[in-house]
């Protein structure tokens, strides 16, 4: 089964910044929109942020101006720079990409990363 390979996350103090990525394998092909998604405990999945095959952006409002999502397509990898972190932006965060597989068109999530924000 294909599967996106996020790295990054962690624990980092309020204030702080965090970097997060996420590649999907070659054999996912003319990948549309990429993205992310958070879940904090007991809470529902929430859009995070989202990019489309021609760098076209959507935040979240309670990320805007502190996240920056970004992609690059010959590497087929996401990023999301997280600034100025609040303890509200605690949370697993889960990368997407929409492309093509075996020739279906497929939404394909990663495993998931932890970021925790705390003093």
């Known amino acids: 089964q294909v599967q996106l390979v996020e790295s990054g996350g962690g624990l980092v103090q309020p204030g702080g910044s965090l970097s997060l990525s996420c590649a999907a394998p070659?054999?996912?092909?003319?990948?549309?929109?990429m993205g992310w998604f958070r879940q904090a405990p007991g809470k529902q999945r929430d859009l995070v942020a989202t990019?489309?095959?021609?760098?076209?952006?959507n935040y979240a409002d309670s990320v805007k101006g502190r996240f920056t999502i970004s992609r690059d397509n010959a590497r087929n990898t996401v990023y999301l720079q997280m600034n100025s972190l609040k303890p509200d932006d605690t949370a697993v965060y889960y990368c997407?990409?929409?492309?093509?597989?075996?020739?279906?068109?497929?939404?394909?999530w990663g495993q998931g990363t932890q970021v925790t924000v705390s003093s």
């Open positions: 997407y990409v929409e492309g093509y597989y075996a020739l279906e068109f497929k939404t394909v």
């Open positions: 070659r054999s996912i092909v003319r990948v549309r929109t």
């Open positions: 990019i489309t095959s021609s760098k076209n952006t």
